[in-house]
């Protein structure tokens, strides 16, 4: 106790430090649904998306979207549907997704527009490539590493506001011990009728959070404590509070791995 009283004191001056210059940019955004809507767009014939692919990924949707829609638009036949977009997750890990968003059946493209291309994906993160499969069909493939939208702990900041590496393990062991427990005991409580239960589980789990310093996914969780305070546990809210015990326990993944890399 005597050890992690000066860290917790440490830390909470941190936060009040981060909190007091926090902008509103919250990272909103759904790629999957993004993606979805290009089935309407005139030259693409289909929009599969691997159920993989997770609706808390940060973006950047803007810069993806323009991509998409560069490509597509150079890469198409005027007059009839013939492209195939997929949307596959290649790399899974705790901190982000690696994708690739495959345009099929695509036109050959001149160097000057490729060139063009390729420095539109690369300025937003990405990188382009392009294949060729045994039928001639060609395929322009989009890949980017995208962070997810509830992991925006500085692991860098709160090793520094703690003072060593060795602060950063004593405190991460502190929140491995109540978040894991907490985070096995979520399947019996949403499978349980009452409410009360639940609701303390969000605001114990929301108040770890907020100490290990991922604001937006403690807020998360404040807001689902809010609503099942108000409106009571729906179907909806068992699934957005399940939701948000993944992202918990895929924060957990990012702790454990600041102080142990082989430990994920």
Known sequence: MSTIMPILSRLCRYLGRRRSHRGTSAHRGNLPALLLRFRDHPAIVLVETDPALSPALRGPFDGIRAIVVRLVSKGRLHGRRHIALYADVVVEDPAYQRIHITLAGTRPMSLRTWRRSVALAKRHGGMLFREVDDDGRRHVILEMAIAFATLDVDIDALRASLGSQEALRTLVRLLD?????????????????????????????????????????????????????????????????????????RLLAVLRASVDPLRL
């Open 177 to 249: 011990e109540t978040l894991a427990r907490d985070l096995e005991a979520l399947g019996p409580l949403l499978a349980a009728r009452e409410a009360t239960p639940l609701q303390a589980w969000l605001h114990r789990v929301a108040g770890v959070l907020g100490l290990a310093e991922a604001t937006t996914l403690a807020d998360i969780g404040q807001r689902l404590e809010d609503e099942i305070i108000v409106h009571g546990r729906s179907a909806r809210l068992d699934e957005a509070i399940r939701q948000f015990g993944d992202d918990a326990a």
